[in-house]
């Protein structure tokens, strides 16, 4: 069964530092998501893209963090400088269609830890 | 967006029947209602969903009454793997609103 990737797993970063997470949606997925989820809570959507577009990414503190998906495949998540706060868990997800009723797949995520 | 409410918690035994209720007064004629399942350091997995009515498949089933201002998710017969978080979520397809999780359910099975 086709999964989405994420890398890696897990990250430790000090504060100030900058952190990178990829991801790589199921084959043929246009719509790509990154979520950001901190214990205890349920996950938030950061931002959305449609291909190579930025469908929402209100959430997004864009002082800090960045999204990128270049050629509509994979897609990277930056943070830059990491702050204290920035700890939790980044979740990718896919879905054929446009719409986030349609079903997402998630992959395992990228547990971030900032010291 | 309807706003869904559910308890934050409940605790089962194995081999019992567990059934999670969602209130969603505010659903909208175009609204379906979406359940998602959690364990702990995974993505969520969605594990069904529906408009009206009775919705089954393997994992669980979804009841929805004729108003749809709340529904069921039913898991039949649960074992020590069913405990995760259960997010419900409200919301049409193909729209432009997101999923907004809130703390979902968290059951327990026990032993």
């Known amino acids: 069964e086709a999964e989405v990737a994420q890398s890696p797993r897990y990250k430790i970063t000090e504060k100030s530092q900058a952190v990178a997470f990829w991801c790589d949606p199921i084959s043929g997925h246009a719509t790509l998501y990154w979520y950001r989820q901190i214990l205890g809570q349920g996950p938030e959507l950061l931002v959305q893209?449609?291909?190579?577009?930025?469908?929402?990414d209100s959430q997004l503190p864009k002082d800090r963090f960045s999204a990128e998906r270049l050629k509509g495949v994979d897609s990277t998540l930056k943070i830059q400088p990491a702050e204290l706060g920035d700890s939790a868990m980044y979740l990718c997800a896919s879905s054929l269609l446009l719409g986030s009723f349609y079903e997402q797949y998630f992959g395992p995520g990228t547990r971030l830890t900032v010291t | 967006l309807a706003k869904t409410t559910q308890p934050i918690s409940m605790d089962s035994y194995e081999g019992q029947e567990v059934n999670i209720t969602c209130s969603h007064n505010n659903i909208a004629t175009n609204d379906y209602i979406t359940w998602y399942q959690q364990f702990p350091s995974q993505g969520p997995r969605f594990i069904i969903q529906g408009y009206k009515t009775k919705v089954t498949n393997e994992v669980a089933s979804l009841f929805i009454p004729a108003d749809r201002k709340s529904s069921t998710l039913s898991l039949p017969r649960v074992s020590l793997s069913d405990t995760a978080v259960y997010y419900c979520?409200?919301?049409?397809?193909?729209?432009?609103?997101?999923?907004?999780f809130g703390t979902g359910t968290r059951l327990q099975v026990f032993p």
């Open positions: 979520l409200v919301g049409p397809r193909g729209g432009t609103d997101k999923l907004i």
């Open positions: 893209f449609q291909d190579e577009s930025v469908v929402d």
